[in-house]
């Protein structure tokens, strides 16, 4: 089935690093990525995985996954009063653009 | 390159009534799918389209269609409008290519129905 939960909030002082989680049911995937989005905005790619990779690293991002406990997480280093959003991990599989969304994950940086 | 435009921004339509709402993707780009963002139910998918073909559907009911056009835009139509029916309407698109295809949002319809 197609399912994917996210904590609902997360709050972090400026400098110090996030970590949003997420997992997910359906194995069958073939990317896993994370968006942001800003109040009043769409959404924005962050980061990508290809579903046969344990690790990405982009700058600041660092995304793990755990095939085997359907665990996908992002961690974001140093984080800055501007990555202050909403986020959210989806799924998409095999010959499709369909993504399936996860519950989101409001994180909040404070100085 | 100017990136997905999603028209209006904002609508308020009443109950019972009908609304169509517009997307245009990238140039070049041939994929466009659609999503709802409500408080509580999250993001989640509408339709999927590709050549003028509906290739996915998600599970709303019938009032809710799409369609594309052949220069890739594409169109999505709520008739019988009701309030639950008020949320932030996404539009992605994509190349879809080969392989990896990412995907490009909009800002998004919000639509208020009272």
């Known amino acids: 089935g197609e399912d994917v939960e996210q904590s609902l909030f997360l709050s972090v002082r400026e400098g110090d690093s996030s970590v949003i989680n997420c997992t997910y049911t359906d194995s069958s995937s073939t990317y896993l990525y994370w968006y942001k989005q800003e109040p009043g905005a769409g959404l924005q790619l962050l980061t990508y995985i290809f579903s046969n990779m344990d690790m990405k690293q982009d700058q600041r991002l660092t995304v793990l996954l755990n095939k085997k406990d359907k665990h996908l997480s992002l961690r974001i280093a140093d984080t800055q009063t501007g990555d202050s959003a909403i986020y959210f991990c989806?799924?998409?599989?095999?010959?499709?653009?369909?993504?399936?969304f996860g519950t989101g994950t409001r994180l909040q940086v404070f100085p | 390159k100017a990136g997905v435009t999603q028209t209006p921004r904002y609508l308020i339509k009443t109950r019972g009534q009908q609304v169509t709402l517009s997307c245009s993707p990238i140039s070049g780009h041939r994929s466009v799918s659609w999503y709802q963002q409500t408080p509580g139910q999250g993001l989640q998918f509408l339709f999927e389209?590709?050549?003028?073909?509906?290739?996915n559907k998600g599970n709303f009911p019938g009032r809710f269609s799409g369609r594309q056009f052949s220069n890739s835009r594409s169109e999505m139509n709520v008739s019988t409008l009701e309030l639950g029916d008020s949320a932030l309407y996404l539009c992605?698109?994509?190349?879809?290519?080969?392989?990896?295809?990412?995907?490009?949002f909009g800002p998004g319809t919000r639509l208020t129905v009272l």
């Open positions: 389209y590709f050549s003028e073909t509906q290739r």
């Open positions: 989806a799924e998409t599989f095999y010959n499709t653009d369909k993504l399936i």
């Open positions: 992605a698109s994509s190349f879809q290519g080969a392989t990896y295809n990412e995907q490009f």
